[in-house]
């Protein structure tokens, strides 16, 4: 765990050890926003101690992401403050959440004992494509921006700084993980990101980057795409596809059955 940074005005992070999972606080004049909760309801609170070292300012808003547990099992800590997400953000926790907690407490057995007392808390101020959150001084602007990672991505943008949010759209020190993603969706969602914001660009892991950095990550986005398209398409065989992949074979080719399904459906 690192201490808060701030990335530009009023604009923080911290990084947390626990899948090197990247948190960020947003301050204005009404209060703080809070991008994403964390895992259990221990991760919550100490997340909660560490923005009242932060600022004495009170947290008025919560942002989740996307629906995953990672960014939306600590959200009961949280209340009555709202929480803001996407439309399916709230749907997929309604319907599928029960199901995801099972399913990690089999693959977290050590933290399945908190994993157990979550309280699974849908967002309940959700959006289809567009959303502001009035912090009094300054506007964060909501936007959802096409399939990616999930069904239900969205990025904060802090427009007076230049600052973006992008969750899961992009991650630093590891691949991007794509067990339920749009891989060829992805590549587009991506390119329309890049020209949000002149600023810091915050992955929902891993350090924050600048533009060059987010427009690599794009790029390699663009590339599996074109490979997925390919493969799909019996140009190239599977074998070859995951040999130009642009991420490790583990991810690309999870990756790779992912986009059949994207291309075989549509």
């Known amino acids: 765990m690192t201490a808060w940074s701030e990335i530009a005005d009023r604009v923080f992070v911290r990084r947390y050890a626990f899948f090197d999972q990247t948190i960020g606080a947003v301050i204005g ?3 703080a926003l809070v991008i994403d909760t964390r895992t259990t309801f221990p991760q919550a609170d100490e997340l909660l101690a560490d923005l009242r070292a932060l600022t004495a300012d009170p947290v008025v808003a919560v942002l989740n992401t996307h629906h995953h547990y990672d960014h939306t099992f600590g959200n009961a800590r949280f209340l009555p403050r709202p929480i803001w997400g996407h439309d399916r953000c709230a749907a997929v926790l309604r319907s599928d959440g029960e199901a995801m907690r099972r399913r990690v407490m089999a693959e977290l057995p050590d933290l399945a004992d908190e994993l157990a007392e979550v309280a699974i808390t ?3 101020r959700t959006f289809g494509e567009t959303a502001t959150i009035d912090l009094g001084d300054r506007h ?3 936007r959802y921006l096409g399939l990616g990672h999930t069904d239900n991505d969205v990025v904060a943008l802090v427009p007076d700084c230049g600052a973006l949010f992008a969750g899961d759209l992009f991650e630093n020190g590891d691949h991007p993980s794509f067990g339920d993603s749009f ?7 991506a390119a329309r990101l890049l020209p949000l914001g002149d600023g810091p660009v915050v992955p929902g892991h891993g350090d924050v980057v600048d533009r060059a950095w987010a427009a690599a990550q794009a790029a390699d986005l663009a590339a599996l795409a074109a490979l997925a398209r390919d493969q799909v398409a019996g140009t190239i065989t599977f074998d070859e596809a995951l040999a130009r992949a642009p991420f490790h074979e583990r991810a690309a080719r ?8 994207e291309l075989t459906r549509s």
């Open 29 to 31: 004049r009404a209060g």
């Open 140 to 142: 964060i602007e909501l």
């Open 183 to 189: 891989p060829v969706a992805w590549a587009e969602t």
């Open 122 to 124: 849908p967002p309940d």
């Open 254 to 261: 999870v990756a790779f059955d992912r986009a059949r399904l």
